[in-house]
C-alpha cells in the first residue's frame, strides 16, 4: 500500500499576483511584484493580497469572525483547490487535511470576545473547514515556521502513499502585516529597511541583499492517489514524488552554517526525484546570513540544476505559507514553459549556480521546492509536472 503513486488534481491560491493562474502569469511578466511601504513602518516594505474579501472566495462562513487573516487566506485557498479539483462531498469525507500555519501575533485577551481563546489556536481554521467541507479523516496543523506547508505537504503525500487516505488537502496560509508582526520582524533584524524602492526591497542571492519583504497569502492543493484520480476522471497537475525534512539544532533564528542538515534533507529528496531537467524552487529570502548558506547547499546539491528561481523576490516572504505558495508559482511556470527571472538580481553572490537573471523558456521534468525556517527547520518536496 505504501508504494501507491500521489498526484495533484487541484490548486487553489490567493496570492498578491492574483488568484488565478492566468494572472498569476501575467503579474510575472512584470519586472516586479506590486510592494508597498507599510503603513505601520515607512521603512519596511509589504506585498499585500488587495482587496482581499473572503466572502467573494467561500461565501458565507459563520465563523469568519475566528479566523485570523491569514487562515481566511487559507480557508480561501482550500475552496478554490476543491473547487479546481472537480471533488464533491462523498470524495471529501474521509479526506485528509495537513496545514501549515502560524502564530496569531495580534492574539490577546479580550472583554468583548467570549471564545477569544480561539484567537491563539492555529487549528481553528482546521475546524472551520472540516465543517464548511466535510473533510473529516487524518489531520495535522504543523507549526514549523517557515518550512510549515512544506512539511504539511509532505505529510499528505506520506498518508496518501501509505493509503490512510486517497484525497487530502494540503497547503497554509499566512499574513504577517499587522504592526506586531512588522515590529517583531524589524526587532529580529531581518527586514530590508534601506530600500529606496519597495518593489526592490527584497533581492535574494543579490551581493547587495539586507533581508526580505512580508507578503501575505495562502495556496491549498488537492492530493489523491493516482487510481482515485483516474477512477474520476480527473485532470491531473503534477505528481509529488518526494519529500523530506530535517533539523539543525544550531541556532533559534538562524541556519546552521555548515548547512549539513539541510543538505540532508535536499539529498533525500533527490533520491527518488533524480536531477534530470531540474528547475529549483529556493527559499531565497534574501537575507545575509540565509541566502548564503543555502547558495553553499545549492552548489553542493544540484550544480547540475537548469535554474534557479526565487519567487520571494515578486511576493514577499508569506512565512508559514511561503512553501505552498512558492510551489503554486512553479506549477503555473513550468506549465507555461517559462520561469520569471529573481527581481533585483543585479550582482549575483555566486556566479557558479544558474540563478535566474533572465526569463528561463523550460518545461522542467522536476521541481525541488525548499523551505528553510527559524528554529533550523529544513524541508523538501520532489514534484513532477504532468506530462
Known amino acids: 500500500m505504501d508504494n501507491r503513486r500521489v498526484v495533484v488534481t487541484g490548486s ?24 508597498l511601504r507599510s503603513s505601520t513602518d515607512s521603512q519596511v516594505a ?30 480561501a485557498a482550500a475552496v478554490r483547490a476543491v473547487d479546481d479539483a472537480g471533488l464533491g ?8 487535511l495537513f496545514l501549515g500555519l502560524g502564530p496569531n501575533l495580534q492574539a490577546r485577551p479580550r472583554e468583548d470576545k467570549a471564545l477569544w481563546l480561539l484567537d491563539y489556536l492555529p487549528n481553528t ?13 487524518e489531520n495535522l496543523t504543523i507549526l514549523t515556521a517557515c518550512a510549515a ?14 493509503g490512510l487516505a486517497d484525497v487530502a488537502l494540503a497547503g497554509g496560509g499566512d499574513s504577517r502585516l499587522s504592526p506586531e508582526a512588522v515590529r517583531a520582524y524589524k526587532q529580529a533584524g531581518v ?3 534601506d ?33 482515485h484520480a483516474q477512477a474520476r476522471g480527473a485532470g491531473i497537475l503534477a505528481e509529488i514524488v518526494s519529500a523530506s525534512s530535517s533539523l539543525d539544532g544550531g541556532s533559534l533564528t538562524g541556519p546552521d552554517t555548515t548547512g549539513q542538515a539541510a543538505c540532508t534533507a535536499v539529498r533525500r529528496c533527490l533520491k527518488d526525484l533524480g536531477d534530470e531537467n531540474l528547475c529549483v524552487v529556493a527559499h531565497g529570502t534574501g537575507t545575509v546570513l540565509n541566502d548564503e548558506v543555502e547558495g553553499e547547499i545549492l552548489a553542493r546539491t544540484v550544480p547540475q540544476a537548469m535554474g534557479i528561481a526565487a519567487f520571494k523576490s515578486r511576493i514577499g516572504h508569506l512565512a508559514a505559507a511561503c512553501g505552498c505558495a512558492e510551489l503554486a508559482l512553479g506549477l503555473v511556470c513550468a506549465g507555461q514553459g517559462s520561469f520569471p527571472p529573481i527581481a533585483g538580481l543585479e550582482n549575483p553572490c555566486r556566479d557558479d549556480l544558474p540563478l535566474l537573471r533572465a526569463p528561463l523558456r523550460l ?13 533550523g527547520q529544513n524541508a523538501c518536496l520532489g514534484v513532477r509536472p504532468w506530462i
Not at 481554521?125 to 473533510?135: D, I, K, Q, Y
Not at 505537504?153 to 501509505?162: D, E, H, I, P, T
Not at 518545461?363 to 528554529?375: A, E, H, K
Open 89 to 96: 462531498p462523498d470524495d471529501l469525507a474521509e479526506a485528509g
Open 149 to 162: 506547508s512544506t512539511q504539511a505537504l509532505g505529510q499528505a503525500f506520506r498518508a496518501v502513499k501509505a
Open 12 to 35: 487553489g491560491f490567493v496570492l498578491p499576483l492574483g488568484s488565478s493562474r492566468e494572472d498569476v502569469f501575467s503579474a510575472l511578466q512584470e519586472p516586479h511584484g506590486p510592494f
Open 46 to 75: 509589504i506585498c499585500p493580497v488587495s482587496d482581499f474579501d473572503l466572502k467573494s472566495h467561500v461565501g458565507r462562513c459563520k465563523n469568519a469572525r475566528y479566523l485570523t487573516r491569514g487562515q481566511q487566506l487559507c480557508l
Open 363 to 375: 518545461r522542467p521534468r522536476n521541481l525541488l521546492v525548499q523551505s528553510f525556517g527559524f528554529g
Open 191 to 193: 527586514l530590508a529597511t
Open 125 to 137: 481554521v482546521t475546524a472551520v473547514m472540516a465543517e464548511m467541507l466535510g473533510v473529516h479523516g
Open 195 to 227: 530600500f529606496k524602492r519597495p518593489e526592490l526591497a527584497c533581492r535574494p542571492f543579490d551581493q547587495g541583499r539586507s533581508g526580505f519583504a512580508i507578503g501575505e497569502g495562502g495556496a491549498v492543493f488537492t492530493l489523491e492517489c493516482l487510481e
